[in-house]
């Protein structure tokens, strides 16, 4: 798992939603034309990882799951979470569920919340602390995991 960025788990998410809509459409839970607000959804949560990729360009740091941060960054969106590119790929997520409208597709957008709580985020949390040390034990303290 650790080889498989988080884009490609979250493309590889909307395959396998899809995928499940189509063999196993459990049981449809919304229709047009409310499926389209989850294109709202989608919008916004890929707004938000393009957001966060141009702070960290700005901040001239690196976005690259396993790679070393080069600066802790805590400004803009990263004062409400500390995984704001995680939150909004699960906002998208949401939002291609509400799209397709279907029950099954949901427990994808469960298990890509999952991975990223308990794979991804302590790792990334442990080489932060490791790198920034009490600047990051600090704003971990101030700015929770996902929202608040």
Known sequence: MQKMIPPFLFLASILAMIGLAYFLPLQRL????YTYLGILFILVGLGMTVRVRKIFDQSDTEIHTFKQ????????LFQYSRNPIYLGF??????VWGLLGILSPLFIVLCFILITNFWYIPYEEQMMKQ???DAYINYKKKVRRWLG
């Open 90 to 95: 699960s906002i998208a997520l949401f939002g």
């Open 30 to 33: 919304f229709f047009p034309p």
């Open 69 to 76: 941060p080069r600066k802790l960054v805590t400004i803009d």
């Open 131 to 133: 790198t920034f040390g």
